[in-house]
């Protein structure tokens, strides 16, 4: 299963980066989905894959996962949602202040002169 | 105690002008000496104890791993130095009453004075090589703000800047110098390193740490080749240039270099630098000073020369130099004061400051020339005045000192007392005696008390200590006892010392001296012609231009404004910092044996991996986008499912169904297709492809390794510390409940902003955009098919029940305020989507806002409800409650701070989501016409 893991991860982590790179808004904010399920799921992973035993406590049982990967992500998962809307305003902000939707902006070219 | 009051009064103090400065200027002034005075008389109640050589200390450790403390030490050289910056601070304070413009803000200007006197103060009274330099950088900051007073104009700012840069830089050199000499001496405590002189200049850092020091004190006190910041310094008002840069601050380095004298100050190197850097300076600065025709600049630059001759005094090696040397700290402090005080008179009556263009004053202002003479004499040197006294003690000194104390230090010493003689002279001749000579339209006259009042105080003084020098002798023995570390036997002070050399050097001095002023216009074109070329500001602002510009340079080049680039940049660094921790490790062979691949398995990866493929082939096509992307989210929720994480599982898909949600809204306010033509950057693309791959393969190789986890210590402490056998949750609300109020809080915060990015969209050209936006599709009259409307309907009794359940099991079993909040959101958008949103936010009643603020306080409130009871914040307590019908019910009370957790994350997304909606509406997004509510038909209702 690691090897299915890893793919996905690999997966993600590519078309993330690959639609964050591009012009408009939009591509950019599935893309830093995609980054975010991966970011999730590489965290998660840090635990090591266990099948079959959800970290619930009961008597005498030994084999679990490992529970604090887990709490780490629960709390990344709904953080992604939080920056997820925020962009997605931000986008929506910046489309109807200027009028395009554009992931760039022009470079800062204008010198600051300097007072001696 | 008392020493922490005396530094603290003035800081904390510094509140209260600005707000005293409403009703008027007198109560500004009242509540700024009000601080002051108390600090100094709380100061001299510990003159007892300081004389009797038991300092007052206080000890509070701040960071003890690093030998941090709030230690502060009132022993003789700090008492002589704080009574000096709390004395001649209240005159400032008054004479600052006169000399403001009426419109100018005063209770800023004392604010700034306030912050400074309490950074000096912790300076000269810090007992920690680690607090010292804290003080230290904070009096060159408050001295930026008030160089830079008048920050309307160039000169102000430019000095400010040119003050700050050298100082900050010189402080941090300090900051570096007393840290090797901390770990060196193995003690932070300034009063310890006396007896650790051997261990120390045993040390090979020794001269490095000298070095490092030495250029703290000698950018602070203004010493050659650093000497040029302070004349620009003298663009601040003139109350400040009094203050800071003659009496105090500049004299903060001076008090390091008394500090630090018993373990460095007989040593060769220091003896060499400190007293030739001084020597070089007190000549240069007397030469400059004598041809300078701005009243400002002749007391900066003699001022520099002043601060020279102290330093040789301290580099000379011998404890009654040191003497000598706080003498003259004492001296220069109340003339040097008492003629910045009185050239502030001259320039407030005048409006003039120049040499050239004023004289004869004293037909006009005799009070203020009079006081003027008085100060310029005793700077001169001229008996019987304090000047003389500390002049007569430094030539004494300079004789017997063991190096160079033949005659070419002796000449040196000659040159400067002639050159200070000469500039002195001409101070009050040019500007006080001679035709009256004005600028036209101005009568000035003597100032109002509160002008001539301090520099009277401080002439008194130069006068007293003149004619009685031994006054100020217990004083001054404490000082240098302190400093050297040792009693020893104190010259005498006297006026009259009898005829020997150091005489017939002041009379030579005063007789040259006069004839040098006497034939100035001569001598002054011949010497300016070859004035020194050399300019430290003129360099200075050459590198700062070619910084500024540089820097430019480099944002044009890395700040492209280009998002795929810095996504590139930011990946590029990863990798190479992966890189070089791959090198550095100890290589890799798998440990753990793979987890067995099932079918099921391997259908949903593909799945996953197909609906990841079509992202990127169709994310032009948006709506299909949206929707591929919802699925690789329940494809990552079944991976969490399968691999032993039912909350990630709940929680991912509760999200996933939130985010489509909240996309699809977007897309109501973007086109349903890429606008610019679609590009396809085949660099980015391999880049992203070489990036993915080395992500998944430290994936697998992490998977396949072992490594030390902490998964024992929660599983085994979830029920018996934590209450509750999910451990999730309970890492959630118990062991990291810190960290999850932090991130609740985060999640409000976010909701908020949107709130209020949306907010502004209601005005301005978003505004004009927004309503002539046309949207995308075409809109079904039947946006709200009835038996949608009355599913929804049956249904919400159903998910609010599966809500509560989810909660209250979230402690034992998946679960938890996390996943309830996403279904009770869910629950709420499912009405949205069915009956509209002002269907739903009708009956909603309460505002999303009051959400998130209740689930904040209610989470905050458990954690203080801890504290109440004597425990850490958040610390949980659990028990088991019987309920009669329903048997023993487990309870922790983190199921409180779990309960805060539902509230702010449904109010953050309800708010967010909301919002968006709303946006529709002010777009013109009709209601649909279709009643929601047949039964009760409101004609007035609006449907969204």
Same mark, same amino acid.
């Given at each position: 299963?690691?090897?299915?893991?890893?793919?996905?991860?690999?997966?993600?982590?590519?078309?993330?980066?690959?639609?964050?790179?591009?012009?408009?808004?939009?591509?950019?904010? @599935?893309?830093?989905? =995609?980054l975010?399920? +991966?970011?999730?799921?590489?965290?998660?992973?840090?635990?090591? *894959?266990? #099948?079959g %035993?959800?970290?619930?406590w009961?008597?005498?049982?030994?084999?679990?996962?490992?529970? @604090?990967?887990?709490? =780490?992500?629960?709390? +990344?998962?709904?953080?992604?949602?939080?920056?997820?809307?925020? *962009?997605? #305003?931000? %986008?929506?902000?910046?489309?109807?202040?200027?009028?395009?939707?554009r992931?760039?902006?022009?470079?800062?070219?204008?010198?600051?002169?300097?007072?001696? | 105690?008392?020493?922490?009051?005396?530094?603290?009064?003035?800081?904390?103090?510094?509140?209260?002008?600005?707000?005293?400065?409403?009703?008027?200027?007198?109560?500004?002034?009242?509540?700024?000496?009000?601080?002051?005075v108390?600090?100094?008389?709380?100061?001299?109640?510990?003159?007892?104890?300081?004389?009797?050589?038991?300092?007052?200390?206080v000890?509070?450790?701040?960071?003890?791993?690093?030998?941090?403390?709030?230690?502060?030490?009132?022993?003789?050289?700090?008492?002589?130095?704080a009574?000096?910056?709390?004395?001649?601070?209240?005159?400032?304070?008054?004479?600052?009453?006169?000399?403001?413009?009426?419109?100018?803000?005063?209770?800023?200007?004392?604010?700034?004075?306030?912050?400074?006197?309490?950074?000096?103060?912790?300076?000269?009274?810090?007992?920690?090589?680690?607090?010292?330099?804290?003080?230290?950088?904070?009096?060159?900051?408050?001295?930026?703000?008030?160089?830079?007073?008048?920050?309307?104009?160039?000169?102000?700012?430019?000095?400010?800047?040119?003050?700050?840069?050298?100082?900050?830089?010189?402080?941090?050199?300090?900051?570096?110098?007393?840290?090797?000499?901390?770990?060196?001496?193995?003690?932070?405590?300034?009063?310890?390193?006396?007896?650790?002189?051997?261990?120390?200049?045993?040390?090979?850092?020794?001269?490095?740490?000298?070095?490092?020091?030495?250029?703290?004190?000698?950018?602070?006190?203004?010493?050659?080749?650093?000497?040029?910041?302070?004349?620009?310094?003298?663009?601040?008002?003139?109350?400040?240039?009094?203050?800071?840069?003659?009496?105090?601050?500049?004299?903060?380095?001076?008090?390091?270099?008394?500090?630090?004298?018993?373990?460095?100050?007989?040593?060769?190197?220091?003896?060499?630098?400190?007293?030739?850097?001084?020597?070089?300076?007190?000549?240069?600065?007397?030469?400059?000073?004598?041809?300078?025709?701005?009243?400002?600049?002749?007391?900066?630059?003699?001022?520099?020369?002043?601060?020279?001759?102290?330093?040789?005094?301290?580099?000379?090696?011998?404890?009654?130099?040191?003497?000598?040397?706080?003498?003259?700290?004492?001296?220069?402090a109340?003339?040097?004061?008492?003629?910045?005080?009185?050239?502030g008179?001259?320039?407030?009556?005048?409006?003039?400051?120049?040499?050239?263009?004023l004289?004869?004053?004293?037909?006009?202002?005799?009070?203020?020339?009079?006081?003027?003479?008085?100060?310029?004499?005793?700077?001169?040197?001229?008996?019987?005045l304090?000047?003389?006294?500390?002049?007569?003690?430094?030539?004494?000194?300079?004789?017997?000192?063991?190096?160079?104390?033949?005659?070419?230090?002796?000449?040196?010493?000659?040159?400067?007392?002639?050159?200070?003689?000469?500039?002195?002279?001409?101070?009050?001749?040019?500007?006080?005696?001679?035709?009256l000579?004005?600028?036209?339209?101005?009568?000035?006259h003597?100032?109002?008390?509160?002008?001539?009042?301090?520099?009277?105080?401080?002439?008194?003084?130069?006068?007293?200590?003149?004619?009685?020098?031994?006054?100020?002798?217990?004083?001054?023995?404490?000082?240098?006892?302190?400093?050297?570390?040792?009693?020893?036997?104190?010259?005498?002070?006297?006026?009259?010392?009898?005829?020997?050399?150091?005489?017939?050097?002041?009379?030579?001095?005063?007789?040259?001296?006069?004839?040098?002023?006497?034939?100035?216009?001569?001598?002054?074109?011949?010497?300016?012609?070859?004035?020194?070329?050399?300019?430290?500001r003129?360099?200075?602002?050459?590198?700062?231009?070619w910084l500024?510009?540089?820097?430019?340079?480099?944002?044009?080049?890395?700040?492209?404004?280009?998002?795929?680039?810095?996504?590139?940049?930011?990946?590029?660094?990863?990798?190479?910092?992966?890189?070089?921790?791959?090198?550095?490790?100890?290589?890799?062979?798998?440990?753990?044996?793979?987890?067995?691949m099932?079918?099921?398995?391997?259908?949903?990866?593909?799945?996953?991996?197909?609906?990841i493929?079509?992202?990127?082939?169709?994310?032009?096509?948006?709506?299909?986008?949206?929707?591929?992307?919802g699925?690789?989210?329940?494809?990552?929720?079944?991976?969490?499912?399968?691999?032993?994480?039912?909350?990630?599982?709940?929680?991912?898909?509760?999200?996933?169904?939130?985010?489509?949600?909240?996309?699809?809204l977007?897309?109501?306010?973007?086109?349903?297709?890429?606008?610019?033509?679609?590009?396809?950057?085949?660099?980015?693309?391999?880049?992203?492809?070489?990036?993915?791959?080395?992500?998944?393969?430290?994936?697998?190789?992490?998977?396949?390794?072992?490594?030390?986890?902490?998964?024992?210590?929660?599983?085994?402490?979830?029920?018996?510390?934590?209450?509750?056998?999910?451990v999730?949750?309970?890492?959630?609300?118990?062991?990291?409940?810190?960290?999850?109020?932090?991130?609740?809080?985060?999640?409000?915060?976010?909701?908020?902003?949107?709130?209020?990015?949306?907010?502004?969209?209601?005005?301005?050209?978003?505004?004009?955009?927004?309503?002539?936006?046309?949207?995308?599709?075409?809109?079904?009259p039947?946006?709200?098919?009835?038996?949608?409307?009355?599913?929804a309907?049956?249904?919400?009794?159903?998910?609010?029940?599966?809500?509560?359940?989810?909660?209250?099991?979230?402690?034992?079993?998946?679960?938890?305020?996390?996943?309830?909040?996403?279904?009770?959101?869910?629950?709420?958008?499912?009405?949205?989507?069915?009956?509209?949103?002002?269907?739903?936010?009708?009956?909603?009643?309460?505002?999303?806002?009051?959400?998130?603020?209740?689930?904040?306080l209610?989470?905050?409130?458990?954690?203080?409800?801890?504290?109440?009871?004597?425990?850490?914040?958040?610390?949980?307590?659990?028990?088991?409650?019987?309920i009669?019908?329903?048997?023993?019910?487990?309870?922790?009370?983190?199921?409180?701070?779990?309960?805060?957790?539902?509230?702010?994350?449904?109010?953050?997304?309800?708010?967010?989501?909301?919002?968006?909606?709303?946006l529709?509406?002010?777009?013109?997004?009709?209601?649909?016409?279709?009643?929601?509510?047949?039964?009760?038909?409101?004609?007035?209702?609006?449907?969204?």
């Amino acid at each position: 299963m690691e090897i299915l893991f890893a793919v996905l991860i690999a997966a993600l982590t590519a078309a993330g980066i690959y639609l964050c790179c591009l012009r408009q808004v939009f591509p950019v904010v @599935l893309g830093l989905s =995609l980054l975010s399920y +991966a970011t999730n799921l590489f965290l998660f992973v840090a635990g090591r *894959l266990t #099948v079959g %035993a959800p970290p619930v406590w009961a008597e005498g049982v030994t084999r679990f996962a490992d529970p @604090l990967p887990q709490a =780490l992500v629960l709390t +990344a998962i709904v953080i992604a949602f939080g920056m997820t809307a925020l *962009l997605v #305003v931000l %986008a929506i902000r910046a489309r109807f202040e200027s009028g395009v939707e554009r992931s760039d902006v022009p470079a800062v070219t204008d010198r600051v002169e300097v007072e001696r | 105690m008392s020493a922490s009051a005396i530094v603290a009064l003035p800081l904390l103090g510094a509140i209260l002008p600005p707000l005293f400065a409403r009703a008027g200027r007198t109560p500004a002034l009242l509540a700024a000496l009000a601080p002051s005075v108390v600090a100094l008389l709380l100061l001299w109640g510990q003159a007892a104890s300081v004389f009797s050589g038991v300092p007052e200390e206080v000890r509070v450790p701040w960071v003890p791993a690093l030998g941090l403390e709030w230690a502060l030490r009132i022993d003789g050289l700090g008492f002589f130095f704080a009574s000096l910056i709390l004395a001649i601070g209240i005159l400032i304070f008054i004479y600052s009453r006169g000399y403001l413009a009426g419109n100018e803000p005063i209770g800023t200007f004392y604010a700034y004075l306030l912050l400074f006197q309490g950074a000096m103060l912790g300076v000269v009274l810090a007992d920690n090589l680690l607090l010292l330099p804290v003080f230290w950088e904070l009096t060159s900051l408050s001295s930026f703000l008030l160089i830079g007073f008048w920050c309307h104009l160039p000169d102000g700012r430019r000095g400010a800047r040119l003050a700050l840069a050298i100082t900050g830089a010189g402080g941090l050199a300090l900051l570096a110098g007393l840290i090797l000499l901390g770990e060196v001496a193995g003690t932070y405590r300034l009063s310890e390193l006396a007896a650790r002189q051997e261990l120390i200049l045993a040390s090979p850092l020794a001269p490095a740490i000298l070095t490092l020091i030495l250029l703290g004190a000698f950018t602070k006190s203004a010493q050659f080749p650093f000497h040029f910041w302070l004349p620009h310094a003298m663009a601040a008002p003139t109350p400040v240039s009094a203050y800071l840069h003659s009496a105090t601050m500049v004299k903060a380095g001076l008090y390091l270099l008394a500090r630090v004298w018993p373990v460095f100050g007989q040593t060769d190197a220091w003896v060499v630098w400190v007293t030739g850097i001084g020597a070089a300076t007190m000549l240069l600065g007397a030469t400059i000073a004598l041809f300078k025709d701005d009243l400002k600049a002749l007391l900066a630059y003699s001022t520099v020369s002043h601060l020279g001759l102290v330093t040789m005094l301290l580099g000379l090696g011998t404890p009654t130099a040191v003497f000598a040397a706080m003498l003259h700290v004492l001296m220069h402090a109340t003339f040097k004061a008492a003629l910045f005080m009185n050239t502030g008179i001259v320039d407030h009556e005048t409006g003039l400051r120049d040499l050239r263009r004023l004289s004869g004053l004293a037909k006009v202002m005799p009070l203020t020339a009079g006081l003027g003479t008085l100060a310029a004499l005793s700077m001169a040197g001229v008996p019987p005045l304090n000047g003389f006294v500390s002049k007569e003690a430094m030539l004494v000194e300079v004789l017997a000192a063991r190096w160079g104390g033949g005659w070419p230090l002796w000449g040196l010493v000659g040159l400067a007392a002639i050159l200070s003689a000469a500039y002195a002279f001409r101070y009050f001749s040019a500007l006080f005696f001679g035709p009256l000579r004005l600028p036209e339209g101005r009568i000035p006259h003597d100032p109002p008390a509160l002008l001539w009042g301090p520099p009277l105080v401080l002439v008194v003084a130069v006068v007293v200590l003149g004619l009685w020098p031994s006054l100020a002798e217990p004083l001054l023995a404490a000082a240098s006892a302190a400093a050297v570390g040792a009693h020893a036997p104190w010259p005498e002070l006297a006026l009259w010392h009898g005829f020997g050399a150091p005489l017939v050097v002041s009379a030579v001095a005063f007789v040259i001296g006069a004839a040098m002023v006497w034939h100035y216009r001569a001598l002054s074109g011949r010497v300016l012609a070859w004035a020194l070329p050399f300019d430290g500001r003129r360099a200075f602002f050459s590198a700062q231009e070619w910084l500024v510009r540089g820097a430019h340079r480099l944002i044009a080049r890395v700040h492209s404004g280009v998002l795929g680039r810095y996504v590139l940049l930011l990946a590029v660094v990863s990798l190479a910092a992966l890189a070089l921790g791959w090198g550095m490790g100890e290589g890799w062979r798998p440990q753990r044996a793979p987890t067995p691949m099932n079918g099921l398995g391997l259908i949903f990866a593909g799945v996953g991996l197909a609906a990841i493929g079509l992202v990127v082939r169709w994310h032009h096509k948006r709506l299909r986008a949206v929707l591929l992307t919802g699925a690789v989210g329940l494809v990552v929720s079944l991976a969490f499912l399968h691999a032993s994480a039912p909350d990630l599982a709940l929680t991912q898909i509760s999200v996933e169904a939130v985010t489509t949600v909240l996309l699809l809204l977007m897309l109501f306010f973007l086109p349903q297709h890429d606008t610019e033509p679609v590009a396809k950057p085949r660099g980015a693309a391999a880049a992203s492809i070489l990036i993915g791959s080395v992500v998944g393969l430290l994936a697998w190789v992490m998977m396949r390794n072992d490594g030390p986890n902490l998964a024992d210590y929660f599983w085994s402490r979830s029920v018996s510390e934590g209450g509750g056998s999910n451990v999730v949750n309970v890492i959630l609300v118990d062991f990291r409940g810190y960290d999850t109020f932090g991130e609740i809080t985060v999640l409000g915060i976010a909701a908020l902003v949107i709130y209020a990015l949306l907010q502004g969209m209601q005005e301005g050209v978003a505004r004009e955009h927004l309503h002539a936006w046309r949207f995308p599709f075409a809109l079904s009259p039947t946006r709200h098919p009835l038996p949608f409307a009355v599913t929804a309907r049956v249904m919400l009794p159903f998910l609010l029940m599966a809500v509560f359940y989810i909660f209250f099991r979230g402690h034992n079993a998946p679960g938890g305020g996390f996943i309830a909040a996403l279904l009770l959101a869910l629950a709420f958008l499912i009405q949205y989507m069915a009956s509209g949103l002002s269907w739903t936010m009708h009956r909603m009643r309460l505002d999303a806002h009051v959400w998130i603020g209740t689930g904040l306080l209610v989470a905050g409130a458990t954690g203080m409800a801890a504290m109440g009871l004597g425990a850490p914040f958040l610390r949980s307590a659990h028990g088991e409650v019987h309920i009669p019908g329903i048997g023993p019910v487990p309870l922790a009370s983190a199921m409180g701070f779990d309960l805060g957790v539902l509230l702010t994350v449904f109010g953050a997304v309800t708010l967010a989501l909301v919002q968006l909606a709303h946006l529709g509406q002010l777009a013109g997004f009709l209601p649909s016409r279709t009643p929601m509510d047949p039964a009760r038909p409101k004609p007035s209702e609006k449907e969204g």
